[in-house]
C-alpha cells in the first residue's frame, strides 16, 4: 500500500545517491544534482543494527544503510566517526 503512495514526482527522492564523507561536510551526488551538508547541521545520530541516522530535523534523516559497508568493523568504525563528528562541544 505505501508503494501506491509514492508519486512519479518523487524520482528524485527515491533515485540512487552516491554520498562521500569528508572532515567538514557531507558530499551527495545523484543523477540529480549535488548536494553538500556541514557536519553542524546534524542535530542527532542514531543507530540500529542494520541502518545508521544522521537527522537534519525532527522527521528527516540521511540514512545510511549496514549493507553498504562490506562488514560489521566498517559499520562501527563510521559510526564512531559520525560520532565524532556529530558531538557537540560542551
Given at each position: 500500500m505505501i508503494l501506491a503512495m509514492i508519486?512519479?514526482?518523487?524520482k528524485t527522492f527515491y533515485c540512487q545517491k552516491t554520498l562521500?564523507?569528508?572532515?567538514?561536510?557531507?558530499?551527495?551526488?545523484?543523477?540529480?544534482?549535488?548536494?553538500?551538508?556541514?557536519?553542524?547541521?546534524?542535530?542527532?545520530l542514531a543507530r540500529t543494527r542494520n541502518h545508521i541516522f544522521l537527522y537534519v530535523g525532527q522527521g528527516t534523516a540521511v540514512v545510511i544503510p549496514r549493507r553498504a559497508f562490506n562488514n560489521s568493523t566498517q559499520?562501527?568504525?563510521f559510526y564512531e566517526f559520525c560520532k565524532r563528528k556529530t558531538s557537540r562541544p560542551v
Open positions: 508519486s512519479r514526482y518523487n562521500s564523507f569528508g572532515e567538514d561536510s557531507i558530499l551527495g551526488e545523484s543523477e540529480y544534482g549535488k548536494s553538500e551538508t556541514r557536519w553542524t547541521v546534524f542535530q542527532k559499520f562501527d568504525e
